[in-house]
């Protein structure tokens, strides 16, 4: 069962999200919370995946992102935003986040966002993705200095970056590419380290922007 703790100030958004994600046999919310409450709900519960909102009023998701390396085995984190502040996003990048999802996102798809960041994948709803990339596009020399990083990947590496942009975890690379759970971590972080990048979320929208998505899913 995995278990998800759902932080936003408001009710509706939690109240929505939890009959949603109660339905599905093998995900249960155990706990939901404003941002003052949210810390001693989290640690209280210990919950397998976070959906924390971005901004808050007294304690913000930043904050809260940011108190959760004290805990020895925090959860997995997805940001709940309308993407009307881009720098909390990137913000949230920076912190660790595993995901972004609009708060209306289509409630079919939410069960599986859910699923992937409990088996350590990352997520990036479709048009949260569109926007943050938009965003940020890393116009000019920004740009030109990721995709010659990016260059510097081996064809494998290219592979595993794509699997991991399409939210896979480390184990379901290995089952695709034949490759132990070992290995795979070691691949991401060699690939982490060459795009000096912190997160597979960052390493998610390079994949992105270098159009490596649109190249694997044409010769698939």
Known sequence: MIRVVIVDDEALVRTGFTMILNTA????????????????????????????????????????????????APPAVAMLTTFDADEYVMAALRA????????????????????????GGVVLSPRASRTLLEAHPGQGAALEEEAARVATLTDRERQ???LVAEGLSNAE???RL???AGTVKDRVSAILAKLSVTSRVQAALAAQRAGLLELGSASS
């Open 25 to 72: 046999d093998d995900i249960r919310v155990v706990g939901t919370a404003s941002g003052v409450e949210a810390l001693d709900v989290i640690k209280a519960e210990k919950p397998d995946v976070l959906l924390l909102d971005i901004r808050m009023p007294q304690v913000d998701g930043i904050t809260l992102l940011g108190l959760l390396e004290t805990m020895d």
């Open 96 to 119: 660790g986040a595993s995901g972004f999802l609009l708060k209306d996102t289509e409630p079919e798809q939410l069960a599986q966002y859910v699923r992937a960041l409990a088996a």
């Open 160 to 162: 595993v970056l794509v």
């Open 173 to 175: 690379i290995g089952a």
């Open 178 to 180: 034949y490759l132990g």
